[in-house]
């Protein structure tokens, strides 16, 4: 047993469910969960079937290239997010470029609650074909890069069926969950797993070896903070100056 990869397996694959689950938190709150629920399921079963079609013949591509790819995956959609909390958290981003907030208006806008919303189910539908590919991908660059296919499958799975567990026994409270600080969480990890896997695909040799990817994220998250501090820090100094002027 792999424990490296079984763990990578899982704590990568449990970062995108995450992201899957954040959207569907929003789309069910307002349009019902039964739209969200479909949305999304049909998201990740297609691209289980892609996967099962195609994915062995990834095998082909050198190691590299697929860890270049998977890092570079990771930060262009994780640093999409660290600019939004960023300038969140910094008191910057406008409502009309929040697109937590448009998401939810648009919904409220298309439908109704408790019946069928189409509009809602390509939204949950788009989130979950997005990030379940990125675990395709993660789970092919971890099964060829060590040939542990079984810990790289394992991990994914306990992942998913941990989070569904933990999302139906949980599922009341979860409607109260803050989404800001859901996406702070998985932007920090994002950066910090795509910098990993990056680095490896460039050959960049860790000097912490396999804790890397613990700490990476910690970085980018404390990183994120200061900078949404400072942003804080520059808009009172602007105040200031206007009292004064």
Not at 155 to 178: D, E, H, K, W, Y
């Amino acid at each position: 047993m792999n424990w490296e990869i079984f763990l990578a397996s899982f704590t990568g694959s449990l970062i995108e469910l995450l992201e899957i689950l954040g959207v569907a938190i929003v789309v069910g709150r307002v349009t019902g969960w039964r739209n969200a629920l479909v949305g999304s399921g049909i998201g990740i079963g297609v691209t289980v079937i892609a996967a099962l079609i195609l994915g062995k013949s990834l095998i082909l591509i050198p190691i590299q290239i697929l860890e270049i790819i998977a890092g570079a995956v990771l930060l262009a959609f994780g640093q999409k997010w660290t600019r939004s909390v960023v300038k969140y958290y910094g008191g910057i981003l406008k409502p009309k470029d929040d697109e937590d907030e448009q998401l939810q208006k648009e919904l409220e806008q298309e439908g109704i609650k408790s019946g069928w919303n189409w509009f809602a189910v390509v939204a949950t539908f788009k989130s979950a074909l997005l990030e379940s590919v990125e675990i395709a991908i993660a789970i092919v660059t971890l099964g060829v890069t060590a040939g542990k296919w079984y810990e790289a499958i394992g991990g994914t799975s306990l992942a998913a069926i941990g989070l569904v567990c933990f999302a139906f026994l949980f599922r009341v409270p979860l409607n109260q969950v803050p989404i800001k600080p859901m996406k702070f969480v998985a932007a920090m990890l994002l950066m910090g797993f795509g910098t990993y896997w990056l680095g490896e695909g460039l050959n960049v040799r860790w000097s912490t070896g396999s804790w890397t990817i613990i700490w990476l994220p910690l970085i980018w998250g404390s990183f994120m903070a200061g900078c949404a501090a400072l942003l804080r820090w520059r808009i009172m100094l602007q105040k200031q100056q206007e009292i004064i002027g």
